[in-house]
């Protein structure tokens, strides 16, 4: 695969300036050049950028780097108890990369441009990890959006669309980790008694869980109980989230409740986690229930669940 000077620049986290510097002062990685004269980057350049960078987070100068051979650089990472088979795209945002974006992702919310929202949302598509969107950019946003909404700043049909540009754009990184979890990992389902589609609440739980390597199945919205409780009984995960950010209209409410009620009185030992439900839990199980009105809770919650187990 070959990438421009702005592709890997963006991947490796170090600007198209650094890397002409680099590439001009310690001949650190020469790219080829296209027909129009523009740098075009190999594979093994752009992977050998993501060491070098590394390296130089750590604390290294480039001019002790330049002239090191990748064998070199990856037991130097090894040494600093660095993953060296970390490929960017896997290594991450730098810190003012993700201030940066979080700010232009808020000004766009801000002023209703969608466009600028999916074209940061595509560059995250393509640099960042899952740990950079739990940790450093979702949860800002997400407090953005609902902080928005509380005041009648977006609409419901705003708040969809955005919610569908974010799913599409950034659930490709959730798959990528979710393909590498071993398959004894905990697994939990997540479930979307309310609404017609997905929502941001939706994507924040699985993110969450991934963050946290558990496996997920995302169900999505389901609106029939009966159904979702023989779907729980025969996968039998660990634990289930069930997402309300959709809130339950009145004229459902009682089927739901009572649907919750038989899931809960199965019997089977589980965890179950309820995001923003807009009605009362009633526990008369003695399972482990958890309500949580934020997703920074369901993320201090699912953080302490090796504690509890």
């Not at 950028?49 to 090191?68: E, H, T």
């Not at 995302?218 to 660990?238: H, K």
Request: charged share 20%; net charge negative; glycine share 6%.
């Amino acid at each position: 695969m070959e990438y421009t000077i702005q592709a890997a620049a963006r991947i490796s986290g170090l600007s198209a300036h650094t890397l002409r510097a680099w590439e001009r002062r310690h001949n650190a990685v020469t790219p080829s050049r296209d027909e129009a004269g523009r740098r075009v980057y190999a594979q093994d350049q752009v992977d050998r950028l993501i060491q070098l960078s590394r390296l130089c987070q750590l604390g290294y100068s480039i001019g002790q780097l330049a002239d090191k051979a990748e064998d070199e650089l990856n037991i130097m990472l090894e040494n600093l108890g660095e993953d060296s088979s970390q490929k960017r795209g896997m290594l991450g945002l730098s810190p003012n990369d993700i201030e940066t974006i979080k700010g232009s992702l808020i000004l766009a919310l801000r002023f209703g441009k969608l466009d600028v929202l999916n074209h940061e949302f595509e560059k995250l598509s393509q640099s960042a990890t899952v740990s950079d969107l739990s940790k450093g950019l979702f949860p800002d946003f997400i407090r953005e959006v609902n902080h928005l909404q509380a005041n009648n700043e977006i609409s419901d049909t705003q708040r969809y669309a955005i919610s569908s540009l974010l799913t599409s754009r950034l659930y490709p990184i959730i798959a990528g980790e979710q393909s590498k979890l071993d398959s004894d990992s905990p697994l939990y389902m997540i479930v979307q008694p309310a609404g017609e589609s997905r929502s941001i609440g939706n994507f924040g739980s699985d993110l969450i869980c991934t963050n946290h390597k558990i496996r997920t199945l995302n169900l999505g919205p389901i609106g029939n109980m009966d159904s979702l409780n023989q779907i729980i009984s025969s996968v039998n995960p660990v634990g289930v989230i069930f997402d309300f950010c959709h809130q339950v209209k009145d004229h459902n409410r009682s089927e739901v409740v009572n649907g919750l009620g038989k899931i809960i009185q199965s019997g089977v030992r589980r965890e179950y986690h309820f995001l923003k439900p807009n009605f009362e839990i009633q526990n008369t199980s003695g399972m482990d229930l958890f309500t949580h009105q934020t997703l920074a809770s369901l993320d201090s919650s699912l953080a302490d669940w090796e504690q509890r187990h």
